[in-house]
């Protein structure tokens, strides 16, 4: 087994602001995995909360990890010795999601078909980061002339407060007001308590259809009391990395949101995936500042969740990569064995 890595540098067309700051370009790390004669990829997108905060951390875990010795195992021992060894997360995601890349062509198969999975079948979200809102206008009126485009997610939670907060969103109802598009919220941890008790009483009378981490990581105490006579359907993000999380939170919760990222690849997001559904949550799957491999990655699982925002690549300038694409609002994988995904070698080698 070769494996080879590649740092690549990725810009956004539109800086995108969120409760926690503003990110406009990362560096992100690809892992070539050839065996047998199959080049098969993965992608880390490093953050301080997946476990890595520099592309360095996320490089030299990863490479310490694959000289530990990970040849003879099977996908599942390399996931657990990476949980026991502490891997970062999003460092291990792009070895996992390469190794079931690797697997499925092997097997001629697509990841979904490998797994037995349907094909993608629900629209992704479109997001909108926290903006004044003139430029909330702009990017909203400028997003929905395409006619693919289903859902918008809307990041709230601002710094400035709920009143700016209603500002963002009133001028989203404006600006989509003649189209049939749903409107998501995530606050990323933004409210407190009471805050979140007053805009998603605020938000349910103005078509929101969920909201996705009112409270802040670290506070999921005081879920059960924003539980108890929710107007909106409440989802986790930051809460919920890791399927024991689910377990923990499961009462207070109508959903999660898994991203390969936080759990570290397919394989945790497959048993994410299968706690939740035997809790009866809603699933949903998410993304960081991915490129088309990590997304596609994501889409080979996405046929059996019920809300999609795999979307980042959309956002990129360029997307270094090539694979995932949008089909009647769907963000599909392309029609090849594995994930079907690969980095664009000639432009990044």
């Not at 476990?51 to 990890?65: M, Q, R, V, Y």
């Not at 959903?255 to 035997?278: P, V, W």
């Not at 795999?310 to 990569?321: G, I, T």
């Not at 609002?329 to 000639?346: C, F, V």
Request: net charge negative; with cysteine; hydrophobic share 35%.
């Amino acid at each position: 087994m070769i494996i080879n890595l590649h740092k690549v540098n990725l810009k956004k067309k539109y800086p995108l602001q969120i409760s926690r700051g503003v990110h406009n370009k990362s560096t992100n790390l690809f892992i070539e995995l050839i065996s047998d004669g199959i080049n098969a990829w993965g992608e880390c997108a490093p953050g301080k909360t997946e476990g890595a905060n520099s592309i360095d951390i996320a490089e030299n875990s990863l490479l310490d990890f694959i000289e530990s010795g990970i040849g003879s195992l099977s996908i599942y021992e390399v996931n657990k010795k990476a949980k026991d060894l502490n891997i970062p997360p999003c460092a291990f995601a792009a070895l996992d999601m390469a190794l079931w890349d690797w697997k499925a062509k092997k097997s001629r198969l697509s990841i979904n078909d490998l797994f037995g999975l349907p094909k993608p079948s629900m629209p992704t979200s479109i997001t909108v980061g926290i903006n004044p809102p003139e430029i909330i206008k702009e990017r909203v009126e400028e997003l929905i002339t395409n006619k693919e485009i289903r859902a918008l997610k809307i990041k709230l939670g601002s710094p400035e407060g709920i009143d700016f907060d209603k500002e963002i969103y009133e001028q989203v109802i404006q600006s989509t007001k003649n189209s049939n598009i749903s409107i998501r919220v995530d606050a990323n941890g933004g409210w407190s308590l009471d805050d979140a008790k007053i805009m998603m009483k605020w938000l349910s009378d103005r078509k929101a259809e969920y909201i996705e981490q009112p409270l802040k990581e670290g506070d999921e105490d005081n879920l059960k009391y924003l539980f108890k006579g929710r107007p909106l359907p409440i989802i986790i993000d930051e809460s919920c990395r890791f399927s024991e999380d689910v377990v923990k939170h499961s009462q207070y919760v109508d959903g999660i949101n898994l991203k390969l990222m936080k759990c570290g690849g397919i394989t945790e997001a497959l048993k994410i995936l299968n706690t939740a559904k035997s809790f009866g949550l809603k699933t949903m799957i998410g993304c960081m500042s991915e490129s088309s491999v990590a997304i596609s990655a994501g889409a080979s699982i996405s046929g059996i969740i019920d809300y999609v925002d795999l979307d980042s690549h959309y956002n990129l300038d360029p997307d270094p990569s090539e694979g995932a694409f949008m089909q009647n609002g769907i963000t599909m994988t392309s029609n090849k064995y594995g994930h079907g995904a690969k980095l664009k070698l000639d432009n990044y080698a």
